[in-house]
């Protein structure tokens, strides 16, 4: 019985986490595009682990870039960058720490980047 107990409490620890992971559509209705105020879209926002991030955007009209801190105010992608275009990519958190993206073309222009502190 002590046994069940501790399995039960282990269960009731691990589950919220997993149960109560949220998906935030980046920029909302707006996607991940040009012109879009990303500063005011984290503003408010608390991201845990497990959490992810959904970008949808036109295919071929940008991208995705993880960069660190300095690839995100410099608006620089290196090759070693994970960087995606499927138009739809699901960015899911493992570690805290903070995230930096970038649309590679539209970074320096209209400021399409996006930085998330994740808990
Ligand atoms: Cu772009």
């Known amino acids: 019985m002590a046994r069940v107990t501790y399995l039960l409490l282990i269960a009731l620890l691990v589950l919220p986490s997993v149960v ?5 559509v980046v920029g909302d209705d707006e996607g991940w ?10 503003e408010g926002k608390t991201f845990y682990v497990g959490d992810s991030l959904a970008f ?9 870039v ?19 275009n499927s138009g739809h990519d699901v ?3 493992n570690v805290a720490g903070d995230y930096y993206f970038i649309c ?15 808990n």
């Open 66 to 84: 993880v960069v660190d801190a300095n690839g995100y105010d410099q608006c620089l992608a290196s090759p070693n960058n994970g960087a995606y």
């Open 33 to 42: 595009n040009s012109g879009v105020d990303y500063y005011a879209w984290v």
């Open 20 to 24: 109560f992971a949220t998906q935030y």
């Open 104 to 118: 590679e073309w539209h970074c320096n222009h209209t400021d399409q980047k996006l930085k998330v502190t994740v």
């Open 56 to 64: 949808n955007y036109n295919a071929g009209a940008h991208n995705v």
């Open 91 to 93: 960015l899911t958190f």
